[in-house]
């Protein structure tokens, strides 16, 4: 039993239809009736069959329907024959369809994709999962909202649009930069756009989000300084990573890590100027604290060793040179076999024993390295000391901030040495001819022990393919750890598929204490602040917020570029903000991280009801939290 339905499309109940029937004769009449109508041929034809008897025996037995449906679609039948489905089904018009009868409301967030490139199977795996959920919500009576957006900004767009304009780039100013960025991604967008339409994706399509609109753009200027105002953001010195191939800051998330990567490693000693007080040896002088570090254009930089508080360490002879060498107790073998020698023991002391240690530095006379306590010293790899450059490692940043130790960079945008950092040095790029010149330098002062090649994970600009440095700069943080412990206890409610997820994010969050989100380059939202010449204090306020926000929404961001400085910051917002001259201050020239555009995206998109409603289906429902969510929970109390 079951519904039938004939040509007009009418539909009779199984009651129905069998209060109709009288007896088994008239079912076996209409049964052969039906099988008549739905008598079909073979696909190779029914004349082969007709001739050869015995083989169509059962051929009326078999109740097939008839349908004008072609067996298969070739060339442009299939896509015609689609787009003619979506048309007469009026896939268009669904969305609207629905939003305009009664319901509850249902809401999907979309987070924008990069508008940097032609749709992939990355864009159809995201929206047809959000589009399914959708759909099933909206056959359970619920009011879908879900509007579509792109991510406009960001050096993935700016270097296509550079790619397209050959060597003319090089001559392009900012401005121009910014004109061939959006109209690439203008472009980009409307075939996006397109692909996603003709999936049958259901959607407020006549309604986008852009986050190079001049509106989104002064919410985010908006949001920037809600975030300053609560000391969620901050301008600070420190150690960031770096790409030498596109000249900016990066975050975590822009890397990728090569795990073919060849670094060349180097063992190097660290003669004692002054001995530990627990350390005894017949010939203080010849004790050289030892060191093994993967990048040795990082030496020049070294302002301290550091040591693990708890582990042993051990005082060695070399039986091959009689040198006396300060290392690691649990690295006394395999020390020994990469340097192809043997150690006899002299002493072992607890690692807090090597406090007042004093090294001279392997290649500038004059300069000292402190032997200094540290958490982030391991015995898995090298030696248990660790070489620290402070302008070049987050670990050896927070052991410099500890002991006030110099955090002076040698390095350049592009990964040059400067002037700073000797003639030796001068305008060699670090990791090639700055490694081979650094790695000279030790043999010629008769401190380098062991070279050797390394393979192993290292960080690279995952736009650009090539390696990143860490390097020390001025720039723009926000302040996670102070979130920290209320992100995590809501993050502990997210219900994640893996679990194992939850895991490695709640560890993300530990680890992470700030976000840097300065880049410096010119397609982007600028950060609103001006630098005094002379202090480069910054100057921002609610002054020059209110302003930047009005000129914004009437210019859009490019009024950073175009507009003089004089109607950036007038004589007026100057005299309320205790200045004098305009001409005392330049504006800034970084940009905000892209992930701060689409970070706030909610801010544009969902607003007022739909935001709680949107943050009660992220709490209540318990899919992913975006930190932005939490944050704007944060800004409104």
């Given at each position: 039993?079951?519904?039938?339905?004939?040509?007009?499309?009418?539909?009779?109940?199984?009651?129905?239809?069998?209060?109709?029937?009288?007896?088994?004769?008239?079912?076996?009449?209409?049964?052969?009736?039906?099988?008549?109508?739905?008598?079909?041929r073979?696909?190779?034809?029914?004349?082969?069959?007709?001739?050869?008897?015995?083989?169509?025996?059962f051929?009326?037995?078999?109740?097939?329907?008839?349908?004008?449906?072609?067996?298969?679609?070739?060339?442009r039948?299939?896509?015609?024959?689609?787009?003619?489905?979506?048309?007469?089904?009026?896939?268009?018009?669904?969305?609207?369809?629905q939003?305009?009868?009664k319901?509850?409301?249902?809401?999907?967030?979309?987070?924008?994709?990069?508008?940097?490139?032609?749709?992939?199977?990355?864009?159809?795996?995201?929206?047809?999962?959000k589009?399914?959920?959708?759909?099933?919500?909206?056959?359970?009576?619920?009011?879908?909202?879900?509007?579509?957006?792109?991510?406009?900004?960001?050096?993935?767009i700016?270097?296509?649009?550079?790619?397209?304009?050959?060597?003319?780039?090089?001559?392009?100013?900012?401005?121009?930069?910014?004109?061939?960025?959006?109209?690439?991604?203008?472009?980009?967008?409307?075939?996006?756009?397109?692909?996603?339409?003709?999936?049958?994706?259901?959607?407020?399509?006549?309604?986008?989000?852009?986050?190079?609109?001049?509106?989104?753009?002064?919410?985010?200027?908006?949001?920037?300084?809600?975030m300053?105002?609560?000391?969620?953001?901050?301008?600070?010195?420190?150690?960031?990573?770096?790409?030498?191939?596109?000249?900016?800051?990066?975050?975590?998330?822009?890397?990728?890590?090569?795990?073919?990567?060849?670094?060349?490693?180097?063992?190097?000693?660290?003669?004692?100027?002054?001995?530990?007080?627990?350390?005894?040896?017949e010939?203080?002088?010849?004790?050289n604290?030892?060191?093994?570090?993967?990048?040795?254009?990082?030496?020049?930089?070294?302002?301290?060793?550091?040591?693990?508080?708890?582990?042993?360490?051990?005082?060695?002879?070399?039986?091959?040179t009689?040198?006396?060498?300060?290392?690691?107790?649990?690295?006394?073998?395999?020390?020994?076999?990469?340097?192809?020698?043997?150690?006899?023991?002299?002493?072992?002391?607890?690692g807090?024993?090597?406090?007042?240690?004093?090294?001279?530095?392997?290649?500038?006379?004059?300069?000292?390295?402190?032997?200094?306590?540290?958490?982030?010293?391991?015995?898995?790899?090298?030696?248990?000391?660790?070489?620290t450059?402070?302008?070049?490692?987050?670990?050896?940043?927070?052991?410099?901030?500890?002991?006030?130790?110099?955090?002076?960079?040698?390095?350049?945008?592009?990964?040059?040495?400067?002037e700073?950092?000797?003639?030796?040095?001068?305008?060699?790029?670090?990791?090639?001819?700055?490694?081979?010149?650094v790695?000279?330098?030790?043999?010629?002062?008769?401190?380098?022990?062991?070279?050797?090649?390394?393979?192993?994970?290292?960080?690279?600009?995952?736009?650009?393919?090539?390696?990143?440095?860490?390097?020390?700069?001025?720039?723009?943080?926000?302040?996670?750890?102070?979130?920290?412990?209320?992100?995590?206890?809501?993050?502990?409610?997210?219900?994640?598929?893996?679990?194992?997820?939850?895991?490695?994010?709640?560890?993300?969050?530990?680890?992470?204490?700030?976000?840097?989100?300065?880049?410096?380059?010119?397609?982007?939202?600028?950060?609103?602040?001006?630098?005094?010449?002379?202090t480069?204090?910054?100057?921002?306020?609610?002054?020059?917020?209110?302003?930047l926000?009005?000129?914004?929404?009437?210019?859009?961001?490019?009024?950073?570029?175009?507009?003089?400085?004089?109607?950036?910051?007038?004589?007026?917002?100057?005299?309320?903000?205790?200045?004098?001259?305009?001409?005392?201050?330049?504006?800034?020239?970084d940009?905000?991280?892209?992930?701060?555009?689409?970070?706030?995206?909610?801010?544009?998109?969902?607003?007022?009801e739909?935001?709680?409603?949107?943050r009660?289906y992220?709490?209540?429902?318990?899919p992913?939290?975006c930190?932005?969510?939490?944050?704007?929970?944060?800004?409104?109390?």
């Open positions: 039993g079951g519904r039938r339905q004939d040509r007009t499309g009418r539909t009779d109940r199984p009651s129905t239809m069998m209060s109709t029937l009288t007896g088994r004769s008239l079912l076996a009449g209409k049964c052969r009736a039906a099988a008549a109508r739905c008598r079909v073979p696909a190779s034809g029914g004349s082969t069959w007709d001739r050869e008897p015995g083989k169509n025996k051929r009326d037995t078999v109740l097939l329907p008839r349908t004008e449906l072609p067996m298969r679609l070739s060339g039948q299939l896509p015609d024959k689609e787009l003619q489905i979506q048309r007469e089904c009026g896939f268009s018009e669904l969305y609207t369809w939003r305009n009868r319901g509850k409301e249902f809401c999907i967030h979309d987070g924008p994709p990069y508008a940097n490139g032609d749709p992939h199977v990355g864009h159809a795996l995201n929206k047809i999962l589009d399914i959920t959708n759909r099933f919500q909206m056959m359970r009576g619920k009011r879908v909202h879900f509007i579509p957006g792109w991510d406009c900004h960001g050096l993935p700016e270097l296509r649009a550079l790619a397209e304009c050959g060597e003319q780039a090089k001559t392009l100013s900012p401005i121009e930069i910014r004109q061939k960025a959006r109209e690439f991604a203008e472009r980009t967008i409307e075939r996006q756009r397109a692909a996603f339409i003709r999936w049958g994706v259901m959607a407020d399509w006549d309604n986008c989000y852009y986050t190079f609109d001049k509106q989104y753009e002064a919410k985010q200027l908006e949001i920037f300084h809600q300053f105002d609560k000391g969620y953001i901050y301008q600070d010195y420190k150690p960031v990573f770096w790409s030498p191939s596109t000249r900016t800051a990066l975050a975590e998330a822009e890397l990728e890590y090569n795990q073919q990567h060849v670094s060349r490693s180097v063992y190097v000693k660290f003669p004692l100027l002054k001995m530990p007080s627990k350390i005894t040896s010939n203080a002088s010849s004790v604290a030892l060191i093994w570090t993967t990048q040795p254009w990082t030496i020049p930089a070294n302002q301290a060793i550091c040591y693990m508080p708890n582990a042993k360490y051990s005082l060695v002879k070399c039986l091959n009689e040198e006396l060498y300060l290392l690691g107790a649990e690295c006394i073998d395999s020390t020994a076999a990469i340097l192809e020698t043997q150690f006899e023991i002299l002493q072992v002391v607890t807090s024993d090597l406090e007042g240690g004093v090294c001279t530095h392997p290649t500038i006379p004059g300069r000292q390295s402190r032997l200094l306590p540290a958490n982030h010293v391991t015995m898995q790899k090298g030696t248990g000391l660790v070489h450059a402070p302008a070049h490692g987050m670990e050896d940043y927070s052991v410099a901030s500890q002991h006030e130790l110099s955090v002076d960079c040698l390095v350049d945008e592009d990964g040059i040495f400067t700073a950092a000797g003639s030796d040095l001068q305008n060699k790029f670090v990791l090639k001819e700055g490694n081979e010149t790695i000279q330098m030790l043999q010629g002062s008769k401190m380098l022990l062991k070279e050797e090649d390394v393979q192993h994970s290292y960080p690279y600009d995952w736009r650009t393919k090539k390696p990143v440095i860490i390097r020390s700069s001025k720039q723009w943080f926000i302040d996670t750890g102070k979130i920290k412990d209320q992100a995590q206890e809501l993050l502990k409610k997210v219900e994640m598929v893996p679990r194992s997820a939850m895991n490695s994010m709640l560890a993300m969050l530990d680890r992470r204490t700030y976000w840097c989100i300065s880049r410096q380059r010119c397609w982007g939202v600028p950060i609103p602040v001006f630098y005094h010449k002379e480069a204090e910054p100057l921002i306020n609610k002054y020059t917020r209110d302003h926000i009005k000129l914004t929404k009437e210019h859009g961001t490019d009024c950073w570029w175009t507009l003089p400085l004089d109607q950036l910051l007038t004589k007026e917002i100057l005299i309320k903000s205790g200045g004098s001259d305009v001409s005392n201050y330049i504006k800034g020239e940009i905000l991280d892209i992930w701060f555009d689409s970070g706030i995206s909610w801010a544009n998109v969902l607003s007022g739909k935001l709680s409603i949107h009660r992220l709490l209540k429902k318990k992913f939290i930190m932005f969510s939490f944050m704007d929970s944060k800004l409104k109390k």
